[in-house]
């Protein structure tokens, strides 16, 4: 099992950039694929991006392609988002998640409790 903490959130203009952070606990983060999802108000939660457990393939939503970049580090048991030309329909809260099968799973087992993101006009 794994536990996910999400910090990084906050209040930015549009074209600025954030990172956002997930610390995972337990000493088996290599074994868990890595994503990013996102929920606007009244809309439903939809995936970002996704990381290999390796950190070799990832995989993104087209609506952020070029523009948002995950990434991990494994001796730290962390996955980043880098979320840089931020529009304001990138507002929502984001969702760290965890499979230990793949990237590309429909499934996510494990979620952190979620850190807003805002992007103002």
């Known amino acids: 099992q794994v536990q996910l903490v999400e910090s990084g959130g906050g209040l930015v203009q549009a074209g600025g950039s954030l990172r956002l952070s997930c610390a995972a606990s337990?000493?088996?983060?290599?074994?868990?694929?890595m994503g990013w999802f996102r929920q606007a108000p009244g809309k439903e939660r939809e995936f970002v991006a996704a990381?290999?457990?390796?950190?070799?393939?990832?995989n993104y939503a087209d609506s952020v392609k070029g523009r948002f970049t995950i990434s991990r580090d494994n001796a730290k048991n962390t996955v980043y988002l880098q979320m840089n030309s931020l529009k304001p329909e990138d507002t929502a809260i984001y969702y760290c998640?965890?499979?230990?099968?793949?990237?590309?799973?429909?499934?996510?087992?494990?979620w952190g409790q979620g850190t807003q993101v805002t992007v103002s006009s």
């Open positions: 998640t965890a499979n230990p099968r793949s990237s590309r799973s429909q499934a996510w087992d494990y």
């Open positions: 990381i290999s457990k390796n950190g070799a393939i990832t």
């Open positions: 337990g000493r088996t983060f290599s074994s868990y694929a």
